[in-house]
């Protein structure tokens, strides 16, 4: 076996993509939630304020669901594991609306 039938397995770049991808977005969740924190405090009006508050643990979840649906394209899987990724994908973005919702 040699370096690059390694590198270019799926359950290789896989994990390391989906990884990859979730830490990407979280920083740029938190900077983006600065900024606009930051932007939402000189407003006379707290529903700003609040907006984000809710948003920011759904918004994570939702990151966190995507690595794992990306992870699930990425792999060959068979179809049945296809579809309980693509349920759970769909179960946490439920979950996250409602999560926001309730918050909010």
Do not use: N
């Not at 920011?56 to 992870?71: E, H, M, N, Q, Y």
């Not at 946490?92 to 926001?100: I, M, N, T, Y």
């Amino acid at each position: 076996m040699d370096f690059q039938e390694v590198t270019t397995h799926p359950w290789i770049y896989g994990p390391l993509a989906s990884i990859a991808m979730v830490l990407v977005l979280l920083l740029v969740k938190r900077w983006l939630f600065r900024l606009v924190t930051r932007l939402a405090q000189r407003t006379s009006t707290r529903m700003d304020d609040l907006f984000l508050q809710a948003a920011s643990r759904p918004l994570t979840l939702l990151i966190l669901a995507s690595g794992l649906f990306l992870l699930g394209h990425l792999l060959e899987l068979p179809p049945k594991a296809d579809r309980a990724i693509f349920t759970l994908y769909t179960a946490c973005v439920v979950g996250a609306l409602v999560w926001f919702v309730d918050r909010l």
